[in-house]
């Protein structure tokens, strides 16, 4: 009779078999892979805390990063700042994010992924809070950049963090489900603006002027103290401990999800025996700055081995420009939808409104800058989040049958599209429907981000999703200080020039790595890989 939960180990020979002496016959549990280990965990009430816990942590990082954007028009006037300067604080917190994601990728892959959410995004909930008391211009864009810097793993580790509690089955949707959260907080951010910056407030607090966009970025920081709060509720993943060697804490984890899922006790779990296995680094080799040194060599060589140096260049080139791109556009987003709501814009061209842009702001009679925040330009924000939630919920519940590739090539080819009507389009309704759909290509940075995922193996994995959102964020910077200047300048020829990229991503999105293969061949793929990695490092 077929056992495949236990194998025979029998204590005797064949001839010393008498009838009544079957407890010579011990069974022994069979040892289960991580996959089978998951499965039997089911999907339920652990796994929907998992995910807002995580959707916290990824809303935490976009809440943060765009409230900037919604604070520009305040903070020109109250802090003096030019054109360039906010250019400035805009990317301010997308360089921190680009300096420490590597750090973030090394610590979470070396000291486990919850440890370094704990601490990453509780030094950015200070850092944010600091900066609401800027007293000039260059403080705020320091305070924002640490800000940005200690957020980072709250991006590209979360991913990691989400994604090691599921098996295969799950794994994807769900991915695509966290990235839901970036939405909701650009639905979030908004309604805490209409809520706030309108305000006219009055007299001082620690010696500076009340004003609105500092109590605003105070109450941003709400969203990573839920965050961190939740994050104490959570064990540190099963496929890390078992990466690490940890095997008991990995099956104790396991038990915990299995009770909280099916509401049985612990004890009933079917599994008694995990396989084990090896790769993982630890921070516990680290003796001093040359060991550190060495071992973030290791966990970054891997990334390019060859053979997958080159998915990892497309993948970073892919997340470079979709993130220029789409924070290009946003970042600037509230400024443009305020000229386009003027009534001397009225029935005119996008590009002819923007060429005709003043960065100066708008001056009362005696000359003092005007500080307004417009509420419409927040509705729409709000309306665009919602519409973004729909796309990423559609996202989830078709992405297995369509496919990762498939859904990112169709709709980069719908941002050419909308790239290609703005040039023509002069009612205000239609241009912000057709700037939202070209801004939402970076909804396709979701989806490279669960094809990336599904491609590194666990002990590298929270190092190269740290890494190609390095990259990632490192064109944000590019896009929102460069695109801004550009759309105000040179408008027609930078929409083209946009346009042109888009086309050549989604080129390059068909090169992209396919997981959506068979089991067999999945797990042969995997065993190759392997055997590369290990003729690698052998080679050095």
């Known amino acids: 009779m077929d056992n495949p939960g236990y194998v025979i180990d029998c204590e005797c020979e064949f001839g010393d078999l008498e009838p009544g002496k079957e407890n010579n016959l011990v069974e022994t549990p069979r040892p289960h892979n991580f996959e089978e280990a998951i499965t039997l965990t089911g999907v339920g009430r652990f796994h929907l805390k998992l995910l807002l816990i995580c959707g916290l942590c990824f ?54 992924r919850v440890a370094t ?74 309604a805490v603006a209409i809520g706030i910056l309108p305000l006219q407030l009055k007299g001082s607090l620690l010696g500076l002027r009340l004003s609105s966009w500092r109590v605003f970025l105070i109450a941003d920081v709400s969203v990573s103290v839920l965050a961190l709060l939740g994050l104490f509720l959570l064990p540190e993943t099963p496929k890390y401990l078992l990466v690490q060697g940890r095997v008991d804490e990995a099956l104790a984890t396991l038990r915990r999800i299995y009770a909280s899922n099916s509401g049985r006790p612990s004890a009933e779990y079917p599994v008694q025996r995990l396989a084990t296995q090896s790769g993982g680094a ?38 470079f420009l979709i993130y220029g791109i789409a924070q290009g556009f946003f970042m600037w987003f509230p400024t443009i939808l305020n000229e386009l709501g003027k009534e ?48 990423y919920l559609i996202f989830a519940y078709t992405i297995d049958l369509i ?24 009612n205000f309704a239609l241009v912000v429907i057709a700037l939202t759909l070209a801004m939402a290509i970076g909804n396709c940075g979701g989806l490279v981000s669960t094809i990336a995922m599904d491609f590194y193996p666990t002990q590298i994995n929270a190092m190269g999703m740290c890494f190609i959102m390095m990259v990632g964020r490192l064109g944000a910077v590019v896009g929102s ?3 801004g200047r550009l759309m105000f300048s040179s408008c027609e020829a930078s929409f083209w020039a946009v346009l042109v990229l888009v086309v050549v991503l989604s080129v390059m999105a068909y090169f992209l790595p396919d ?26």
């Open 403 to 426: 496919g990762k590739r498939n859904l990112l090539i169709g709709w980069m080819l719908l941002t050419i599209v909308c790239l290609a009507l703005l040039h023509w389009l002069r």
């Open 481 to 483: 200080n460069l695109l």
């Open 117 to 190: 959410l704990r601490y990453a995004i509780l030094f950015s909930a200070i850092c944010s809070v600091v900066s609401a008391f800027s007293v000039n211009i260059w403080m705020l864009i320091v305070f924002r950049f640490l800000t940005g810097f200690f957020i980072s793993g709250g991006q590209a580790c979360v991913f990691s963090l989400c994604g090691e509690f599921h098996g295969n089955k799950s794994r994807v949707r769900h991915v695509t489900l966290l990235s839901c959260f970036m939405c909701i907080a650009m639905m979030f951010a908004p």
């Open 515 to 540: 997981q959506a293969r068979p089991k067999a061949r999945r797990q042969s793929s995997a065993a190759a890989a392997a055997a590369a990695d290990s003729q690698e490092i052998s080679s050095k």
């Open 344 to 391: 001397s814009a009225q029935g005119s061209l996008l590009c002819t409104v923007l060429q005709g842009f003043n960065a100066a702001g708008e001056t009362s009679v005696d000359g003092s800058c005007i500080m307004t925040a417009d509420i419409n330009t927040y509705q729409v924000m709000i309306t665009i989040g919602g519409a973004f939630t729909i796309i």
């Open 59 to 112: 809303m935490a990082v976009m809440v943060e990063i765009m409230g900037v954007s919604l604070i520009l028009p305040l903070v020109k006037c109250d802090l003096m700042a030019t054109l360039e300067q906010q250019g400035i604080l805009a990317s301010s917190g997308f360089l921190g994010v680009v300096l420490s994601s590597h750090a973030m990728g090394f610590l979470a892959d070396t000291w486990g």
């Open 282 to 319: 630890s921070l516990s080799s680290v003796h001093g700055f040359c060991d550190a040194v060495h071992l973030i060599w290791q966990q970054t060589v891997p990334l390019f081995y060859r053979t997958r140096v080159l998915h990892t260049l497309n993948i970073c080139i892919i997340q």
